[in-house]
């Protein structure tokens, strides 16, 4: 055993390599920084390598920076994944040490938090949870790590929403995600190019990504931005698609440009080419389909199509459903032009950049592989499982929605083995307006069976405005996607016990409870979903919300967590963690007391009663869940605007 720190008095010297890349800096700091808030000590960093200046040596950084350090480690413990670290002890020196140097901050970030005990759960200033220790002693430690996955990632859809409205100024809610994400070991952040400017990027978020070791990816639904219409659009209308005869603009949905046009090919590609000389801290490029449906329908695209519209469409339906609901669609002929346009913008820009890699998304009707085109080696493609059941497993034979994606998934292994990644919504997506989604189970499932299907990792659609509801999940995923095999149970109870202290077992009811929930819905022993062609499947819309809330249940455990707020013991952060799920837990109350009459309201309407005589109970339900929303300070409870946008949505519909 070392002894780091004993009785508030240093006993060690953290030292990093002569050459210390900004990341391994960063990493040494980080030790010292927490061991200082954990006991009081301030132990001392050094740069090079040192001998006898304290009891206990810490060596951290990158093997390849510590040649005399990895001289002393025996070669067939040294992990060779180029994500791998590794932390051992010797008589009077302990070795955290990565293969790069982000990996050395893993190192520091494992041995603080599964041997200190420090808690990495929220965003900001009370995101972390320090144990008060005056004495920090390290166990005979040998240990090598590395991923099962080696992408792993999260979005950024846009600015946070404590940015001042319409500002351009980088949220630091952006920096505290960045943060929590490299204590979970993510590799990259993906940037929604259509929604920030790369010079904002670069002068508020780069830095603190860059110490991090987080790669900053430049994609989502783009593919307009790279020909905007503002600047093209009078000189070059035959740039932009033809839609019902006419042109449209870089705002339409989909392949919005024209596709068979070489110009447009050579435009884009130089567009990219030129982006990159201008942002090369950007690590990946996308190319995605604007959101929603569309291509273009000139006789020029359309010549170059190799089905016709009744053998280009493929429907998927539902198994054993007694009327043929699609799950989804497929085209063959728009998903042969996106490989197309892909392919030849690619060729171009890498002729260009040979190390470019270009992202790709297939979602919705694109989310098969192309039928006539393999893809080209720099491109990288992220598959979305859109609407997908989170009550089943992926691969859950019971589940008549995920057959589907399943075989999907298999397409996609095939067609492009080692190179998939998936983009997930862990979050339920917006039309779920902030609600709680309690899919463990699920993902520790998913993740097992991806590890036998050649899949590289994902990219959680996220923002953090709403990590109080969803935190947990995508924690859980970072732990997944690191190591499929780790005991889930395990890990949500250190994250319980760290976040909630003396009231880890009143929320820790309130979190099993929804979990619970969630998997008698999927044996059929709650009450079925919204949609009666398939009461066992979850999809995230707010109208299966009350299928989740068991109103009674969560009425007695919403009185336990106001009982644990009175709770001695509990520390600062704990208390402030405590208070947030309290607060989520009224605007969920709120919530499917609202969507709950929503969704009777419907029922009636579609069983032959009049709108009229439903609609303003509707809406006082809304006037409430509205009410209460626009009381919620906390930034990171819920995405209170996105909520109140939909809110007006529905109510709309309610009020003609």
Known sequence: MLTLVEEGQGNAAIIMPAEATEVERFAAQELARCVHLISGANLPVYLGMRESIAPVSVYVGALDHWPEVAERLESEAVPHHPQGFLLRTAPDALYLLGCTPEGALWAVYALLSEVFGVGFIGLG????????????????????????????????????????PGSNVISPLQSDRVDWMAKHRAT?????????????????????????????????HNMGTWLPSKVYGRKHPEYYAVRNALRVDDTATQLCLCTSNPSVVEEVAANIVRFWEEHPWVSIVGLWPNDGYGMCECDSCAAMDRYDDETSRECAYFPDSADPVPVTEFDKNKTNRYVRFLNEVTDRVVAERPDARISALF??????????????????????????????????????????????????????????????????????SALPFPILKTLEADWRAFASKGVVG????????????????????????????????????????????????????????????????????????SDARRPRCYTPTRLNFPSLWDQDRMAEIGVALDQAAESSGLSHGQRYRLNQLRTYHTFCVASAEAYGRERKAKEAIAAGEKQEDYAAGVVEGLNRLEAFVRQVGDPTILSAQGVLNRIERIRSQWTR
């Open 125 to 164: 200033a009370q995101g972390d949870e320090m144990p008060i220790r005056t004495t920090l002693n390290v166990p005979a430690l040998d240990r090598s790590e590395e991923p099962v996955f080696p992408y792993r990632s999260f979005l950024t859809s846009g600015n946070e929403s404590d940015a001042p």
């Open 458 to 529: 994902a990219c959680i659609q996220s923002a953090a405005s709403h990590h109080v509801a969803y935190g947990l999940n995508y924690a859980a995923f970072a732990a997944l996607s690191w190591n499929p095999d780790a005991n889930l149970d395990e890990f949500v109870e250190r994250w319980l016990e760290s976040a909630y202290g003396p009231a880890a077992g009143a929320a820790g009811r309130w979190w099993r409870a929804l979990e619970s929930r969630m998997q008698a819905i999927a044996r059929g022993d709650a009450p079925p979903t």
């Open 363 to 432: 979602y919705v009707d694109l989310l098969r592989p192309a039928p006539d085109h393999e893809l080209h080696p720099s491109i990288d493609p992220m598959v979305a499982l859109y609407w997908r059941c989170s009550a089943h497993a992926l691969y859950d034979p019971a589940c008549p929605t995920n057959r589907y994606f399943a075989e999907v998934v298999d397409e996609w292994s095939a067609y492009a083995p080692g190179r998939v990644a998936f983009y997930e919504y862990y979050m339920g997506m917006g039309e779920y």
């Open 188 to 220: 990259s952040f993906l940037l929604h190019s259509g929604r920030l400017r790369a010079d904002d990027v670069a002068r508020h978020l780069l830095g603190d990504a860059a110490r991090r070791g987080i790669a900053l990816e430049w994609s989502h």
